[in-house]
């Protein structure tokens, strides 16, 4: 089973651009497809993005497609969101998780980064 920790998140304006990165533990990474969520205050936790496998194959959701990227590097054990127009309502803690094999849902997961978006 992997472990996960997310960093990059922080304070940034409207328009303004982060990268996050979740770093995993364990040989098996490349293993795993791995999402992006995020739970903004007062809010049930979301879905952003995730990526397959081997980083062929990605979805967004509706609130970021053509604004956030997710990709991974397998050979350094990492996934990214790169984020992009950012926007006040993209406030929110950044948690990325690992999509357990066999069951097909996100059973591992990091402790999350902050990301706050000024107006």
């Known amino acids: 089973q992997v472990q996960l920790v997310e960093s990059g998140g922080g304070l940034v304006q409207a328009g303004d651009s982060l990268r996050l990165s979740c770093a995993a533990s364990g040989r098996t990474f490349s293993s795993y497809a791995m999402g992006w969520f995020r739970q903004a205050p007062g809010k049930e936790r979301e879905f952003v993005a995730t990526i397959s496998q081997s980083g062929g194959s990605t979805l967004y959701a509706d609130s970021v497609k053509g604004r956030f990227i997710i990709s991974r590097d397998n050979a350094k054990n990492t996934v990214y969101l790169q984020m992009n127009s950012l926007k006040p309502e993209d406030t929110a803690v950044y948690y990325c998780?690992?999509?357990?094999?066999?069951?097909?849902?996100?059973?591992?997961w990091g402790q999350g980064t902050q990301v706050t978006v000024s107006s």
């Open positions: 998780a690992a999509q357990n094999i066999l069951t097909r849902t996100y059973d591992t």
